[in-house]
């Protein structure tokens, strides 16, 4: 079946400006994640969805940073004023959380660059 | 705080030989473990997982890995390697209990493969 799928898969914005990266997880998974990759940082959680429970933001760097997701499936997240330092790659992922046991699947990512 | 550590930034290997990528971890509880594997301009793939039961799990693409609980170590392994397995691997760690659900992933080994 298909995959999570992100878009768009490439962005160039201006210092300040807003975007909105988007995620489409797999039919059925209940579960979705936000990753950040950069050079000087490696990849790092951001956001963590599960099912009707409120989201795990604990990875969000600051407040210009927000996320939701609608009818438990596509995935929005915000960056608001961006700053160069958030050029990065934005890496989406959905699971299906079965006897505690779950594997995360990736999407191709987006890759934001902020001149 | 947990972490993985993934020592060898960089590995060259001719085509043909033998593979093996190190990672350890610092968790105190038993933790899941993972190795993704990235090339250029990708996403991350699965290329295998340990939950529980036997320490030697197969994964796709030929990669093998080893759980050893008392050196703290998942190291990833292939018996030949292939020019097509240049890329880049994770490994990722994620608790076996409790709310927190995100992969902490290591640094990354980028492997390149010498014809």
């Known amino acids: 079946g298909a995959g999570v799928s992100q878009s768009p898969s490439n962005k160039v914005t201006e210092k300040g400006k807003d975007v909105e990266l988007r995620c489409d997880p797999i039919?059925?998974?209940?579960?979705l994640y936000w990753y950040r990759q950069s050079l000087g940082q490696g990849l790092e959680f951001l956001i963590y969805f599960q099912g009707n429970s409120a989201p795990d933001k604990s990875g969000l760097p600051s407040d210009r940073f927000s996320a939701e997701r609608t009818g438990g499936s596509v995935s929005t997240l915000t960056i608001q004023r961006t700053q160069q330092e958030d050029s990065a790659v934005y890496l989406c992922?959905?699971?299906?959380?079965?006897?505690?046991?779950?594997?995360?699947?990736f999407g191709p990512g987006t890759r934001l660059l902020v001149l | 705080a947990q972490s993985v550590t993934q020592p060898d930034i960089h590995i060259t290997v001719s085509e043909g030989a033998s593979l093996e990528l190190r990672c350890n971890y610092s968790?105190?509880?038993?933790?899941?473990l993972f190795w993704y594997v990235q090339s250029p301009g990708q996403g991350l793939q699965l290329l295998l997982k340990?939950?529980?039961?036997?320490?030697l799990v197969q994964g796709i693409k030929g990669f093998e890995a080893e759980f050893k609980r008392s050196q703290s170590s998942f190291n990833l392994r292939k018996p030949s390697v292939h020019w097509s397995d240049a890329a880049e691997y994770f490994c990722?760690?994620?608790?076996?209990?409790?709310?927190?659900?995100?992969?902490?992933f290591g640094s990354g080994t980028q492997l390149t493969v010498l014809p």
């Open positions: 968790y105190g509880a038993t933790p899941y």
């Open positions: 039919s059925g998974h209940t579960a």
């Open positions: 990722a760690v994620t608790l076996s209990s409790g709310s927190a659900r995100q992969l902490t």
């Open positions: 340990y939950f529980s039961g036997d320490t």
């Open positions: 992922a959905s699971s299906f959380i079965r006897g505690g046991l779950e594997t995360q699947y």
